[in-house]
T-cell receptor, first 114, second 115 residues
Framework: KAGVTQTPRYLIKTRGQQVTLSCSPI?????VSWYQQTPGQGLQFLFE???????NKGNFPGRFSGRQFSNSRSEMNVSTLELGDSALYLCASSLWAGGNQPQHFGDGTRLSIL | AQSVTQLDSHVSVSEGTPVLLRCNYS??????LFWYVQHPNKGLQLLLKYTSAATLVKGINGFEAEFKKSETSFHLTKPSAHMSDAAEYFCVVSDPNGSARQLTFGSGTQLTVLP
């Protein structure tokens, strides 16, 4: 069974640009969550999608948005990029959205802002 | 509200000796607890999970953790460290009954294994 696939693995952008990251969950998984990982702030929850609906959102500005498609694939968009957006962005999937469901992580997209 | 504290940011052990990574949590309900491991340039891999069944939880690669409600702890142990165990470990708490699950991650413990 294929794992969670995130594309691209690496991205370099400049301030003010926008970026779209993609996540394909494990087949049959319907819940997708996104996290930002930085050395200073650690792992922070961005948002969670289940059945194409955003179920919960972390404490990030509106420049961060996402969506989920009918096949459970998800995209995350960041507009007007800032230097502080440089981070590893991790996507995780699980069968359901319940709190006792273990999450399966992709290897992340490393975003660097110049 | 929930929170998790990993008591050591770095732990160093010799190969073949026991590993202990400490985690305390705070929660207003009976939480689900997880340990994840992250190797360099990789995502997080689930080691084990506690969801109110047995308090001693066995995971992959010889790791186990014990849930102690009275001490609000969920420490991760392994009898004998291997070089391949060198990685960062995260303790995670979650509300199992939350309609919209939001995990809270600890700040991580970097494990170094010396030859």
């Amino acid at each position: 069974k294929a794992g969670v696939t995130q594309t691209p693995r690496y991205l370099i952008k400049t301030r003010g640009q926008q970026v779209t990251l993609s996540c394909s969950p494990i087949s049959g998984h319907r819940s997708v969550s996104w996290y930002q990982q930085t050395p200073g702030q650690g792992l922070q929850f961005l948002f969670e999608y289940f059945s194409e609906t955003q179920r919960n959102k972390g404490n990030f500005p509106g420049r961060f948005s996402g969506r989920q498609f009918s096949n459970s694939r998800s995209e995350m968009n960041v507009s007007t990029l800032e230097l502080g957006d440089s981070a590893l962005y991790l996507c995780a999937s699980s069968l359901w959205a319940g709190g006792n469901q273990p999450q399966h992580f992709g290897d992340g997209t490393r975003l660097s802002i110049l | 509200a929930q929170s998790v504290t990993q008591l050591d940011s770095h732990v160093s052990v010799s190969e073949g000796t026991p590993v202990l990574l400490r985690c305390n949590y705070s929660s207003s309900y009976s939480p689900s607890l997880f340990w994840y491991v992250q190797h360099p340039n990789k995502g997080l891999q689930l080691l084990l999970k506690y969801t109110s069944a047995a308090t001693l939880v066995k995971g992959i690669n010889g790791f186990e953790a014990e849930f102690k409600k009275s001490e609000t702890s969920f420490h991760l142990t392994k009898p004998s460290a291997h070089m391949s165990d060198a990685a960062e470990y995260f303790c995670v708490v979650s509300d199992p009954n939350g309609s919209a699950r939001q995990l809270t991650f600890g700040s991580g413990t970097q494990l170094t294994v010396l030859p």
